[in-house]
């Protein structure tokens, strides 16, 4: 188990970033792109240090250290593997989150189970999973994959990943990466929602679509995800009827556009009641907001999964409602 760990710590932080990051610089540039510059493992006057970027490997003429990045690591903070394992995964070069979520990403194509919840909520192209880097909790492996990264039990029970008795809190879940959290979909019977602690955050991929003169705006992620598989490259999701106060702000930021609200069309009416409270408010910022009527008991989601098509929808959208 811990090659595989070694192995992605060396694919994430190059030798020659994590140099850099300490002020190493090269002096001169040698054949095949490799670097001499002064050792930073012994009191060096001329350069003795070679560095190979392409092998992530460095050597020293004058102390005769060599080795990869962990070694080097070792070396230049007098440390053991484990903690040169641990600073590395601490440095700005690597984050909690994102190797939680390469973890749920590898394991996504690992369980048939995962597969088919996502073929029943409609999504059948690879490029759809890779493009919202999806992937899947098994409920096994996690607390022991990121412990050989590097991190403690407790940094791992602080972020909420792994419970008080050491289990992934996303258990059995199709995990999406946010901003700064991670959003977990049950494909048991479990509560179907699940965040880490510290909020949702603001909408999400808006970065993406802010640009846009027609925005859509859907409650959730596997709405706005078979929305992009349709085509619909514009649209963003607020994680919920609830729009957060960052949200708001968001709409609000002063670009003409037209946002289409294509909120869940459920039975006790909670979703089209949320968007009617929305657009009535955005329309008070002086923003533009349709609601679009989705056929009764349906979600985005649902309406692509029973047959509705890319035309239909945009339909919808031409008789959506102020
Ligand atoms: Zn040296």
Redesign the pocket.
């Known amino acids: 188990m811990i090659w595989p760990a070694v192995d992605a710590i060396k694919q994430q932080i190059s030798l020659l970033d994590y140099l850099q990051t300490q002020n190493w610089q090269p002096a001169r540039r040698i054949s095949r792109g490799r670097l001499m510059g002064l050792?930073p493992?012994?009191l060096?006057h001329k350069p003795?240090?070679l560095v190979d970027p392409l092998k992530n490997l460095f050597y020293?003429y004058?102390?005769?250290?060599g080795g990869d990045l962990i070694r080097f690591v070792e070396l230049y903070h007098q440390v053991s593997f484990g903690e040169a394992m641990a600073l590395l995964r601490r440095s700005r070069c690597g984050s909690l989150l994102s190797d939680v979520a390469r973890f749920y990403q590898i394991q996504l194509h690992r369980h048939p189970e995962a597969a088919a919840y996502l073929e029943q909520r409609g999504i059948h192209q690879p490029q759809v999973i890779e493009e919202f880097a999806m992937g899947y909790a098994p409920g096994r492996c996690l607390r022991h994959w990121l412990i050989t990264l590097g991190y403690s039990l407790g940094e791992l029970q602080q972020a909420g990943l792994v419970n008080a008795a050491g289990l992934d809190s996303f258990s059995h879940r199709i995990v999406f990466p946010l901003e700064a959290n991670l959003y977990g979909r049950a494909i048991g019977n479990a509560a179907p929602h699940r965040f880490l602690p510290g909020g949702k955050g603001g909408l999400y991929g808006w970065e993406r679509v802010n640009h846009y003169s027609e925005v859509i705006l859907v409650e959730g992620l596997f709405d706005l995800v078979v929305l992009w598989q349709a085509g619909f490259r514009n649209a963003t999701c607020a994680l919920g009827s609830h729009l957060n106060a960052h949200q708001l702000r968001q709409l609000g930021d002063g670009v003409p556009r037209t946002l289409y609200l294509a909120f869940d069309s459920d039975e006790n009416g909670s979703g089209q009641q949320a968007a009617q409270r929305l657009s009535r408010r955005l329309r008070q910022q002086g923003i533009t907001a349709l609601r679009v009527q989705l056929p009764d008991g349906h979600d985005p989601n649902s309406f692509f999964v029973g047959g509705g098509d890319g035309q239909q929808f945009q339909q919808l959208l031409e008789r959506a409602l102020p």
């Open positions: 050792c493992l012994h060096d003795s240090f020293c004058g102390c005769g250290h």
